[in-house]
């Protein structure tokens, strides 16, 4: 595997479901991201984890929630959603977060909340 | 408050050229960055920008004007593979990305 993998790509939930995103980077980078993406609305940080430490909530509802259990790995978890958090949500990693680096982007999960 | 403003849709001719405006007002200025997303797939990087001028890399060219608040994108040699979405993104002061809705950009024969 190279670059940045996400699974699963598509995933369906109920509102009262409790599922995870995984993320996994092979570039030796420090810094991983979340985002969401709507459609034509600007990609929204959510979390960034800075050498597994998390640096960066954007109130983000507590309904998801970052992991981060080493460099290479990022999971979102999710629980008790709204048919409104339905988006693609991307993960991406630099080498170090809050500089000039650029970032990487998985290919995203799918998801629809029902 | 902080924005990126950029055409939410563009469309060319295949073997044409286009160019993408991208305006921006941030707190402060850490470069630009340019992203392409074909659908359904990750974005891409492309180009970055943090001194005015021209950055040429290959068919792609990216222009940066600060005290305009200003860059573009030039697309020559259209193909039809260039069918996608192109997103633009600044950092600010505190090295935060800040990012356009996107531009798609639709490649006709």
């Known amino acids: 595997e190279t670059g940045v993998t996400q699974t699963p790509r598509h995933l369906v939930m109920g509102m009262t479901n409790k599922k995870s995103l995984k993320c996994e980077q092979h570039l030796g980078h420090n810094a991983m991201y979340w985002y969401k993406q709507s459609a034509k609305k600007p990609l929204e940080l959510m979390f960034v984890y800075n050498f597994k430490e998390q640096t960066e909530n954007n109130s983000v509802p507590s309904r998801f929630s970052p992991e981060c259990p080493n460099s290479s790995h990022l999971f979102l978890h999710l629980h008790t959603l709204q048919p409104e958090d339905s988006a693609l949500y991307l993960c991406?990693?630099?080498?170090?977060?809050?500089?000039?680096?650029?970032?990487?982007f998985g290919p995203g999960t799918r998801l629809t909340v029902t | 408050g902080q924005n990126i403003d950029q055409p939410t849709e563009m469309t060319a001719t295949e073997g044409a050229i286009v160019q993408i405006n991208c305006t921006y007002q941030?707190?402060?200025?850490?470069?630009l960055f340019w992203y392409q997303q074909h659908a359904g797939e990750a974005p891409t990087f492309l180009s970055y920008?943090?001194l005015d001028g021209l950055e040429e890399k290959g068919r792609f060219s990216s222009f940066l004007s600060r005290s305009k608040g200003y860059s573009y994108l030039l697309l020559k040699e259209l193909q039809m593979k260039d069918s996608a979405s192109y997103l633009c993104a600044v950092r600010d002061s505190n090295y935060q990305l800040i990012w356009g809705a996107g531009t798609k950009l639709i490649i006709k024969p």
């Open positions: 920008n943090v």
């Open positions: 991406a990693s630099s080498q170090v977060a809050e500089t000039t680096y650029e970032q990487y």
């Open positions: 941030t707190s402060g200025f850490n470069g």
